[in-house]
């Protein structure tokens, strides 16, 4: 079964950065979309980043666009998203999830990691 892992994430200041890693198992990781989607209190959940399983096709929220960075690391079975320039709007726990970056659809997650923007 599909097994995603996030870690992280952490208390960071505005402006600062942090990078999030997922770990993936119990599936072929290499034939498979991933990204992340947030959900931060008492709001809807946000589709954030998703990557095709080629690494070619990369789809970002309009509000993380030029200051969130994914990638994959196909070997290692990892999935990563660089955070900069981080906002107070970006506290959330972030999931780590099989996606389509066409349809912005998440399908199967894990535990999340609670990122917190505060000064």
């Given at each position: ?91 959330a ?8 970056p ?18």
């Amino acid at each position: 079964d599909v097994q995603l892992q996030a870690s992280g994430g952490g208390l960071v200041q505005p402006g600062g950065s942090l990078r999030l890693s997922c770990a993936a198992s119990g599936f072929i990781f290499d034939d498979y979309h991933v990204g992340w989607f947030r959900q931060a209190p008492g709001k809807a959940r946000e589709g954030v980043s998703c990557i095709s399983a080629s690494g070619t096709s990369i789809y970002y929220a309009a509000s993380v666009k030029g200051r969130f960075t994914i990638s994959r690391d196909n070997a290692k079975k990892m999935v990563y998203l660089q955070m900069n320039l981080l906002k107070p709007e970006d506290t959330a726990v972030y999931y780590c999830a099989t996606c389509d970056p066409m349809t912005v659809e998440y399908y199967s997650w894990g535990q999340g990691t609670l990122v917190t923007v505060s000064s």
